[in-house]
């Protein structure tokens, strides 16, 4: 029998709980958050119980269809929040949202950037078949609209029966992009989260008697990092009076580990920690609503993120082309009437497991060219040492990460580097030469996996000139200069 695991989400101030503490030497900063990272006493998820039947996608939801909410907070990584052991409070709303269902202690983007990233999680299809994102340095530019070919998860929800709705906050997620293809309702203006969810709610309460897949994209958290004023010093702003806007953060984005003191990084952080503290605040009054709409009677909820953040890990900010950790671990958490609960899962998944997992929580059919896997099945573990997540920087960068070992190539300067996560989670040492062998190997099977991906017929040609009003939405994100 499902049980409700939303029951009873009271409502608390938007303001709650802070405390301060003394700020950490950069060692300490740069090791504090991955406390989790390798704790392999952690439970697997047990397989989700009493699912629907499985449907082709052309037929009708049945009565018990479930509703499903997915929730990206872009550029939150994972080791900012409180339930994946960091040691500011900065989600006591989440952790009570994970203590209902399952975390998963290592998830990961299989590509950053809001277009490339984004289109993964809704298509299950890794960047190198996708190709959103390429193009860069060449006469046609970075296109980051998604292919006509590439189909989407509410694409097929959609056709399922679903009514499908998304609130996004603009800039990259706009219709412009595509990221309106199959959601009857469709609204992608740049808004703070409080006005996200308002939108969401609004639409939510609108819903005819069947199913909805919901999408809540917000930028809250991304740069410019200024969270409400009340909110501002939860966290104290220390001996520092960098602006932490985009304009002077842009140009510091590659060498701010040379620029920027620790008292810089330290204000940054806290402006950037109290953003998700307040999103978090947000959350707990939105799910309240989404309760008393009974949305949460029987659903699906999936919260994640589209890549991390950067403050000086490896010298830089923001998110530029590293696949360094901080930005590829992010937060995944499941919580629904038929998931596992109290649980804590510790396999290597990602983003594009996103798209099967939520067909098979519908009780559609998976299409055979989606490239993930439902991560709420457990037919597919594999042995600890056998896992990988792949990634990649469009042609740029490529990762192979198992467990213990992350290998990143560099196939324009023909560099690699393997890291020993287990003893190096910061990713200091490049042991390429002490291990050949073993570098050689995870270099082989990247290799193998990229020439494996399928080829997506690419139409595409050059983008469309972007109107002058989307370009300073752009640029006030941070993506344009």
């Not at 009708?60 to 939150?76: F, G, H, M, W």
């Not at 975390?103 to 277009?115: D, I």
């Not at 104290?236 to 953060?249: D, G, K, M, Q, R």
Request: contains cysteine.
């Amino acid at each position: 029998m499902p049980h409700f695991p939303f029951a009873s989400l009271a409502r608390r101030p938007i303001l709650g709980y802070a405390r301060s503490r003394p700020r950490a030497d950069t060692a300490t900063r740069a090791r504090r958050c991955r406390v989790h990272r390798f704790s392999l006493a952690l439970l697997v998820v047990a397989c989700a119980a009493g699912c629907s039947p499985e449907q082709s996608p052309s037929s009708q939801t049945s009565a018990n269809a479930p509703n499903i909410l997915l929730i990206s907070l872009d550029a939150l990584r994972a080791d900012h929040l409180s339930c994946y052991g960091y040691d500011r409070h900065t989600t006591p709303f989440l952790d009570e949202l994970a203590a209902r269902g399952t975390r998963f202690s290592q998830a990961f983007v299989n590509t950053h950037g809001t277009p490339p990233s984004h289109t993964t999680m809704l298509s299950s299809l890794y960047q190198e078949s996708h190709r959103v994102g390429f193009g860069a340095g060449t006469p046609e530019g970075r296109n980051d609209t998604i292919p006509a070919e590439v189909e989407l998860v509410q694409e097929i929800l959609q056709t399922a029966g679903w009514r499908t709705v998304a609130v996004t906050g603009g800039g990259y997620m706009a219709a412009t992009f595509g990221f309106d293809r199959g959601f009857d309702e469709f609204r992608g203006g740049s808004a703070p989260i409080a006005e996200g969810t308002r939108k969401l709610l609004n639409l939510l309460r609108q819903a005819p008697a069947k199913p909805t897949f919901a999408l809540l994209h917000t930028y809250e958290v991304h740069s410019p990092y200024e969270p409400p004023p009340e909110y501002e010093k939860l966290w104290n702003i220390y001996e520092s009076s960098l602006p932490a806007t985009n304009e002077v953060l842009k140009p510091l984005q590659k060498t701010a580990g040379e620029q920027l003191t620790e008292a810089d990084f330290n204000r940054l952080e806290a402006l950037y920690d109290a953003g998700i503290r307040y999103t978090d605040d947000v959350l707990r009054s939105f799910f309240a609503e989404l309760e008393s709409i009974g949305f949460l009677d029987h659903a699906l909820v999936i919260i994640t993120a589209d890549h991390g953040e950067e403050f000086g890990d490896h010298g830089g900010l923001l998110h530029g082309m590293s696949l360094y950790e901080e930005l590829l671990h992010v937060p995944l958490i499941l919580v629904g009437s038929e998931t596992a609960a109290a649980r804590v899962d510790p396999r290597l998944v990602s983003m594009v497991d996103l798209a099967p997992t939520i067909l098979k929580y519908a009780g559609l059919a998976v299409p055979g060219h989606m490239e993930g896997r439902n991560l709420l099945s457990d037919d597919w573990s594999l042995p600890w040492h056998e896992q990988r997540i792949f990634a990649q920087y469009a042609d740029f960068r490529y990762a192979v990460r198992t467990p213990r070992w992350k290998l990143i190539q560099y196939p324009r300067g023909n560099r690699t580097h393997l890291f020993d996560l287990k003893r190096d989670p910061s990713e200091r040492h490049n042991l390429r030469h002490e291990r050949p062998e073993l570098a050689a190997a995870l270099e082989a099977e990247l290799d193998a996996w990229r020439a494996g991906r399928p080829a997506i017929i690419d139409q595409r040609g050059a983008q469309d000139e972007l109107p002058q009003e989307k370009i300073d939405e752009l640029r006030a994100l941070g993506y344009v200069d």
